[in-house]
Structures are given as structure tokens and as C-alpha cells.
């Protein structure tokens, strides 16, 4: 094996490993923030019960488990920013893979959100930690959209969840390229924006549910 193999197959187990590691700081936080719940109920309970003493002690478990997952918030994946219809779109067009792996899939497209939007580093080598950079790209345009796909395409199966583009369905003007009626592609959009704007006056009006 080339040294070059040998870079690329380290750099591959430091992405695994980053994902793993992001993965187990998840559920840890769940697993706290689930322990804060029970522990505030059974706080509740006991308090309703006039057990002031067993409230006293699961309002101890309490603040520890908060104290714990405030400890730990920082090192969690931030979260994506607010939808816009056009990421609401591109979702939509993942619906086979979402609907194959579930939450899983919904991780992936997570992890390839972060590391799309990750500053890039032109300095960075095989030993540099993977979720420390990424495209540099910002939310909604052209060029992010293009990075999460190429994540998923590249390191989805790092995750479990084997990402096969075949799969998506088609946007609105692959649609109606492939529409079986004569004319150019730019013809055949027209039709199709029109039958859609039709559809949506028909059912507004309340003939179609």
C-alpha cells in the first residue's frame, strides 16, 4: 500500500472515529437530559406525597444531572438553523433514504450540515481532527447544497446509512423533462407550472382535497 493509501485509510478512521465520538456525546445528553426529567417527576411526587426528605434527595439528582449535561451542551453538534422551503425541498427529495434509516438518516444529514458548513483549512492533513473544518459554505445557496450531497455520498455508509443518489426523487424540473408530451424542456417547465398552478387554485377552492 502507497503512502497516499495509507493517508487517505488514516483520514477515513478520523472521520470515523469523529462521528462515533459525536454520536456518543448525543446520546449521553439525551440520556441526562431523560435522568433530569424522572428525577424532577419523582421530586414532584414525593413533595405531593409530603416527603420532603426523598425530594430533597432526587432534587439533589437533579441539579447533578443538570450540572452534567451543562458540562457536556458545548460539546454537542450545534443545530441547524431554521428551514427554508428550499432546504424543506431538498429533504423532501431524501424521502426514500429517510424512510429507509430513520433517525439515522436524519443524523447523517446532520453531520453532512456541519461539516458543509465548517470553515475550510488548507492546512489540513491527515492527522487533523475532521470536525475541526469542512466546505466553508453558506446555508441555502447553490454551493451548500452540493457539499451536503457530496458528504452523503462520500461518508454516509461511515454512519450506517449507505446513501445511494438514485434514490431521490426528482425536483419539479426533472419532473417535467421527463413529461411525455412534445416540446423543448423549457416548454414542457411552462406546462408543468401551469398544471401545478391550476391544481393549487382547484384545491384552494376546495374541489380538490
Known amino acids: 500500500m502507497s503512502e497516499q493509501n495509507y493517508r487517505e485509510q ?43 426528605e426523598s425530594a430533597n434527595y432526587f432534587v439533589e439528582q437533579l441539579t447533578e444531572k443538570e450540572q452534567e449535561l451543562a458540562h457536556l451542551a458545548p460539546q454537542l453538534p450545534q443545530p441547524a ?5 428550499t432546504d424543506i425541498n431538498f429533504l423532501q427529495r431524501k ?8 433517525q439515522a438518516a436524519d443524523n447523517a444529514i446532520a453531520a453532512a450540515h456541519r461539516r458543509a458548513v465548517l470553515p475550510r483549512n488548507p492546512h489540513a492533513t491527515s492527522t487533523t481532527h475532521p470536525m475541526t473544518y469542512g466546505h466553508g459554505t453558506q446555508p441555502g445557496t447553490p454551493a451548500y447544497y452540493h457539499a451536503v450531497q457530496q458528504e452523503l455520498e462520500t461518508n454516509g455508509h461511515l454512519m450506517g446509512t449507505p446513501y445511494d443518489p438514485t434514490t431521490d426523487l426528482g425536483g419539479w ?4 423533462h421527463s413529461m ?17 398552478q391550476k391544481y393549487q387554485n382547484l384545491k384552494r377552492q376546495g374541489h380538490i382535497r
Open 10 to 52: 488514516i483520514a477515513q478512521m478520523k472521520y470515523e472515529s469523529a462521528v462515533r465520538q459525536q454520536n456518543q456525546l448525543v446520546r449521553e445528553a439525551q440520556a441526562l437530559y431523560q435522568e433530569v426529567q424522572e428525577n424532577e417527576r419523582a421530586a414532584a411526587d414525593a413533595l405531593a406525597q409530603g416527603d420532603t
Open 95 to 102: 424521502h426514500a433514504f429517510r424512510e429507509r434509516y430513520g
Open 180 to 196: 411525455t408530451i412534445p416540446g423543448s424542456n423549457a416548454e414542457k417547465e411552462k406546462v408543468y407550472l401551469e398544471a401545478h
Open 81 to 85: 438553523p431554521q428551514m427554508s422551503q
Open 173 to 176: 424540473k426533472e419532473i417535467a
